[in-house]
């Protein structure tokens, strides 16, 4: 692993509005900033009232100005749900704004439910042009040979960092494929994680964006200076995700002693293992935690992501992270 750096979806708690979240999401950016995280990426999401990121570009446009060498992107831009010119223009708009500081990753998904696809006012079978709108897209922002009909301004030119994001092996074919980055949702789909490593190291090309193959993985993060307050804070993530399961999203609850009490059995079940990829507890129990992540998985960028009902304890957790993780970090091969 040779960095590690941050996923955020600028969660709305039960007890703030979108504004307070957005502030948070700029504060939260700057402490990671002065802990030494490489990238702090946001994820596109429609329709869920605890997250507040849906306009993903923008949000990204917030955090760049309120900080100052972190790098900041999308994880990601939810691609069939937008014209590919769009996004380079936004995005090549925000390399203009921000120069060198900003990635584009890219997914798949629709990030949201089905009626809400229907009000984004894309196409029904846009998922399966993705292949082709990533290659429209990243030729927007290419070199212009004064040839193309159709330019991206801002963003031709520009080269912008362009991600694959997936949680199955078809990004991580893709990505290969094209000799891009791939960044795989761990954090919450860990099911076809080693078969998505594998096809995408052992299928690589290089490419002019990239000569060796780039892996990042995501895994959750709750971390606290015991591990009983670390299991506390988390309910709080297992609550949401289980009420999200079952048809009931909501915002970050407060975290509670006993989710038993709150959500049923299976729900806690089935959230427990698509959040299994993670390390909860006080230094010593995340140190071993994300170590074993770390050496089984061989990711070259480990992104840590935990929404935590408490802004200050978010913050700790943070610290930990960067503290363990900071020893665990090798030099880039050459």
């Not at 969660?11 to 700057?30: G, I």
């Not at 009909?149 to 080269?159: C, I, K, N, Q, Y």
């Not at 299928?203 to 709750?222: I, N, T, V």
């Not at 509670?256 to 390390?279: T, W």
Request: no cysteine.
């Amino acid at each position: 692993m040779q960095t590690f750096s941050l996923l955020d979806l600028a969660p709305v708690t039960e007890a703030e509005t979108p504004a307070q979240a957005l502030a948070n999401a700029a504060d939260l950016a700057r402490h990671a900033e002065r802990l030494g995280y490489h990238r702090y990426w946001l994820a596109e999401h429609h329709n869920m009232p605890g997250i507040a990121s849906a306009a993903t570009a923008v949000v990204i446009g917030h955090v760049a100005q309120a900080t100052s060498t972190i790098r900041v992107g999308a994880g990601g831009i939810m691609l069939p749900n937008h014209a590919p010119l769009v996004v380079a223009e936004q995005f090549g708009t925000l390399d203009a704004l921000h120069p060198g500081r900003i990635d584009l990753g890219l997914g798949r998904a629709p990030g949201t439910d089905g009626a809400t696809t229907q009000a984004l006012r894309r196409y029904h079978q846009s998922a399966d042009a993705f292949p082709q709108d990533v290659v429209e897209l990243i030729s927007y922002l290419d070199d212009d040979e004064g040839k193309a009909p159709v330019r991206a301004v801002p963003g031709m030119g520009s080269h912008l960092p362009v991600w694959i994001l997936g949680s199955s092996t078809f990004g991580a074919q893709l990505a290969a494929y094209l000799g891009l980055p791939y960044a795989f949702a761990s954090h919450f789909a860990p099911q076809m994680l080693e078969p998505a490593i594998q096809a995408y190291r052992e299928g690589f090309r290089p490419s002019e964006r990239l000569d060796k193959p780039y892996f990042m993985m995501a895994a959750g993060l709750h971390a606290a200076d015991t591990d009983e307050e670390a299991r506390y804070h988390r309910s709080s993530q297992i609550l949401s995700f289980a009420r999200l399961r079952t048809g009931t999203p909501g915002r970050l609850s407060r975290p509670v002693e006993n989710l038993a009490d709150h959500v049923p059995a299976s729900a806690i079940a089935g959230a427990e293992a698509a959040l299994s990829v993670s390390a909860t507890g006080g230094p010593d129990t995340v140190r071993r935690q994300l170590r074993e992540i770390i050496d089984r998985y061989r990711p070259d960028e480990l992104m840590l992501t935990g929404m935590m009902f408490d802004v200050d304890a978010r913050k700790r957790s943070l610290e930990i992270g960067a503290e363990v993780l900071s020893d665990m970090k090798t030099p880039a091969m050459t």
